[in-house]
């Protein structure tokens, strides 16, 4: 008996962020594989019976390899169990969702995409920035901020015409901020764009930090703003203060916990 792969979206943090849809297989699962990020009240959905797996990715920290975890999910399913690898925000969302369907794909195993909630726009709503607005901001671009701009020869991404984008939003974005606004800055962008950068957003954990484009490294360093973190940058990043309507308390800023028993839909 041939099993199925589940490449799960698990939302931006909260748990209750998750879809219907994601809710279900997981609730059904034979083995999970899991990332650092996802809210762990997640995993009291999972069945007794089912395998849990640890394949978190931080900065210069791989608990397993890319390739590790491809094989395992192709092993998983070929020997008939239920697999849902659940990621953080949406699997195709600098989630390297693509390279384990890839896997799937080209050893003929059934999969299926849920996709999550990313937390490209909706870290930005819960800190009061919509990506897009009218008068404002017609186009958004989502940019890893892992990418060293300076990279010779080699980046794949055209910061000039970037600059040109009203709203840019970079995900995992601290760790090379400073090179990235340089590369903005050089590229055309004023120093005074609006900036928020956004640490643990959606979560009881959420800090925000405003700013401009030309201040944004000395804020960020100056609070000491804790990863995972997002940076938006555009004019409707001037309006985190108004729209401001998340109180990073939990349940006092209307947290919905993850209901005891949601109906799902039991057929496949």
């Not at 989630?95 to 937390?119: D, I, K, N």
Request: aromatic share 4%; net charge negative.
């Amino acid at each position: 008996m041939t099993g199925k792969a589940y490449l799960v979206g698990a939302g931006p943090g909260r748990a209750d962020l998750i879809t219907v849809r994601g809710l279900e297989v997981l609730r059904r699962a034979d083995v999970v594989l899991h990332d650092r990020l996802i809210a762990r009240e997640l995993l009291d959905e999972v069945p007794p019976h089912a395998e849990i797996h640890f394949v978190g990715k931080a900065a210069g920290h791989h608990v397993k390899t890319q390739d590790a975890i491809n094989e395992l999910i192709v092993n998983r399913v070929r020997a008939g169990r239920q697999v849902v690898r659940l990621k953080g925000g949406d699997p195709f969302v600098f989630g390297r969702g693509g390279e384990e369907a890839l896997a799937l794909a080209e050893t003929g195993l059934p999969f299926e995409v849920v996709p999550g909630v990313t937390s490209a726009i909706a870290v930005p709503a819960f800190a009061g920035v919509p990506v897009t607005h009218r008068g404002l901001s017609t186009a958004f671009a989502v940019v890893t901020g892992h990418e060293a701009p300076d990279k010779p020869g080699k980046s794949t991404t055209d910061w000039h015409a970037l600059a040109q984008i009203p709203t840019l939003v970079i995900m995992m974005a601290t760790r090379r901020l400073d090179k990235t606004c340089r590369a903005l800055i050089e590229a055309g962008k004023d120093p005074d764009t609006p900036a928020v950068a956004i640490s643990w957003g959606t979560t009881d954990r959420q800090e925000v930090a405003r700013a401009t484009l030309g201040t944004l490294c000395e804020v960020v360093e100056g609070c000491q703003l804790p990863t995972p973190a997002l940076v938006v940058m555009g004019e409707v990043a001037a309006l985190a203060g108004d729209l401001s309507w998340f109180r990073p308390d939990g349940r006092a800023a209307g947290f919905v916990p993850l209901p005891e028993s949601m109906p799902v839909h039991q057929g496949e």
